[in-house]
């Protein structure tokens, strides 16, 4: 599949609106971060670890953010998450997200995917992070492109 079939297939406002409903009920944030570029070799654990960093994801005040990095012509994905996330969630929470997304990626529901795996990190999210009544959005919920 071609970049921009994936991304043409993505509802981009269905994506923004689970990273809202998500974060309505933890104090976590997260991001999604959709690659036009091909790895070319490089780990695609180290470049969304890249993108984790200049998104500033590791500068929430809980280190409890998440970022959902896709990179559609390498039809690969990783979501990386701050100390924070780990420490409390433990490697189920990577498992469960990523599971929750492979199937139906696999399928060609793209949107769904990534819709499915906010979901199920926020639900893990929520019972380690839940949302403060003082708790502020500190990152923007767009889906962000290179």
Known sequence: MKPSEF????????IVDAVGAAEARTSGE??????????????VRVRARTEFDRLHIGDTALRNGVLFYIVPCEQTFAVIGDSEIHAKCGQGFW???AGAMEKLFREGKFTEGLVAGLERAGDIMARHFPRTDDDRNELPDAVVRD
């Open 7 to 14: 991304i043409d297939a993505l509802a981009e406002q269905r």
């Open 30 to 43: 997260l991001r999604v971060f959709v690659a036009h570029r091909k790895l070319r070799g490089e780990d």
């Open 95 to 97: 498992d469960e997200t």
